[in-house]
């Protein structure tokens, strides 16, 4: 993620912000610029972009607090490039809602970020009622206690159980299945592979090396899971995967992995916006150290991001046990998960 200033007065802003805490305009996030804006009230619903100098209107979704992204003027487009992925949103007259679905689409809106910036096909169901993404953000009745809403993706729609925007309830579940990870972005990320795995592989004639890199697809599904959860991963799992779940299938192991990359990708343009640089110091020479000079998006090859990712996550974590809290990712990138995650890298720039 980059770092964005107001045009008007030079404030500093997170990626969600709405407003300028310091000179008070309002803001917009504007997708074929990829920046955030200042941007000021012209005629007819129309703002004029600081940023830009171009018209914009707001995504329709602004109205309910969950959207700061900018239609361009002249598209007749009433949602954002992220939210006119939406197909089912949560009851908003069930009290509460309103907030878990901000916290969705905050993470929704960070994926569309980076899937952006990737040159991704981002076709919507509208486009191609087909092959389309959409999301249905779905929770249960009150009074149901026989049907639960499982998060996951089929045919292009991506279902995210509106629970796991509740805080409490998302870390209940991470403990009891012992994940060291689960956060909105993480789904997000995870089942985004699934819908490109569709898209860039199966669809993009790349079945063969796919299956050379992750495994025979073909394996029983449904079979595989129940194996998994019955009697857990291999003892030697980690010598090949980048998680335990990503053992129970290819097809988990790619949208695991496929995950982890956005993961890198995201956090090193970060690191690279705030001029990180790794230098670890113990009093001899070392080899954790990292300039992370380079736009992560247009990486040459995985060696270039994974070179620069184990020493920064090294620190990141370093830093995190210093505060008490849990490593920032408690994964390590054993070859073979580097191998794959080549796979991804050539997958995505089309190599």
Known sequence: MRVFACQACGQL????????ERCSRLLGYLPDRGTISAIEPMQEDQWKALASKARYRLCKNREFGVCNWMVPAKSTEKFCAACRHNHTIPDLSIPGSADLWRKL???????????????LPLANRIDDPEHGLAFDFLAEAPESHDHR????????????????????????VRTEMGEPYRTLLGHFRHESGHY?????????????????A???????????????YAGGPAADWQQSFVSAYASAHPWEDFAETWAHYL???????????????VQARPGRRTELSAAI????????????????????????NSLNRSMGHADLYPFMLPPAVVEKMGYIQRLVHKV
Not at 13 to 20: D, P, T
Not at 263 to 277: N, Q, S, W, Y
């Open 105 to 119: 689409e905050s993470a929704k809106h960070r994926l569309f970020y980076t899937l952006l910036n990737l040159n």
């Open 13 to 20: 802003l997170y990626f969600e912000n709405v407003r300028c």
């Open 196 to 212: 490109f795995w569709d898209s860039l592989v199966r669809d993009g004639n790349r079945l063969d090396s796919f299956r050379e």
């Open 214 to 228: 992750f495994g025979d697809e073909r394996t029983d599904y449904a079979a595989a899971l129940r194996s998994h």
């Open 149 to 172: 809403v499982m998060t996951g993706h089929s045919n292009g729609v991506i279902t995210l159980a509106v629970r796991e925007a509740d805080d409490a309830e998302r870390e209940r």
């Open 293 to 316: 000079d380079f736009d992560p998006h247009k990486a040459v090859s995985i060696e270039q991001l994974i070179a620069a990712w184990l020493p920064l996550s090294f620190a990141l």
């Open 263 to 277: 993961h890198i990708v995201d956090t090193l343009e970060t690191a690279r916006a705030f001029g990180v640089k």
